[in-house]
């Protein structure tokens, strides 16, 4: 069992940026990927960035298109954290932010491809 907890949300003005951090629990996290999704009202929760665990070919990431340049997800396996580092926020980027992770090391995009979820963090740009 894994467990999540999303912080680092706020409110934040056009160009401005913000990191959301996870914390999770679990011994093996090293071997989850990890991903960002987002959530405005009325919409599907959607994806936005994924880490993969660790491989032999190291760690890969994925963006969704309109964050691509802008977002950057990383992890820290002696911290148990992953990060979404958001710069250049836009009014189009208020959600609430959700991390999730997947017994394996193989990052997706699919809500349904993912285990474990937190319970998400508020993000609010202004224009």
């Known amino acids: 069992q894994v467990q999540l907890v999303e912080s680092g949300g706020g409110l934040v003005q056009t160009g401005g940026s913000l990191r959301l951090s996870c914390a999770a629990s679990?011994?093996?996290?090293?071997?989850?990927?990890m991903g960002w999704f987002r959530q405005a009202p009325g919409k599907e929760r959607e994806f936005v960035a994924a880490?993969?665990?660790?491989?032999?070919?190291?760690?890969?990431?994925y963006y969704a298109d309109p964050v691509k340049g802008r977002f950057t997800i990383s992890r820290d396996n002696s911290k148990n954290m992953v990060y979404l580092q958001m710069n250049s926020l836009k009014p189009e980027d208020t959600a609430v932010y959700y991390c999730?992770?997947?017994?394996?090391?193989?990052?997706?995009?699919?809500?349904?491809?993912?285990?474990?979820w937190g319970q998400g963090t508020q993000v609010t740009v202004s224009s």
């Open positions: 679990g011994r093996t996290f090293s071997t989850y990927a």
């Open positions: 999730a992770a997947r017994s394996s090391i193989y990052l997706k995009i699919r809500t349904d491809e993912y285990d474990y």
């Open positions: 880490i993969g665990g660790i491989g032999r070919s190291g760690v890969i990431t």
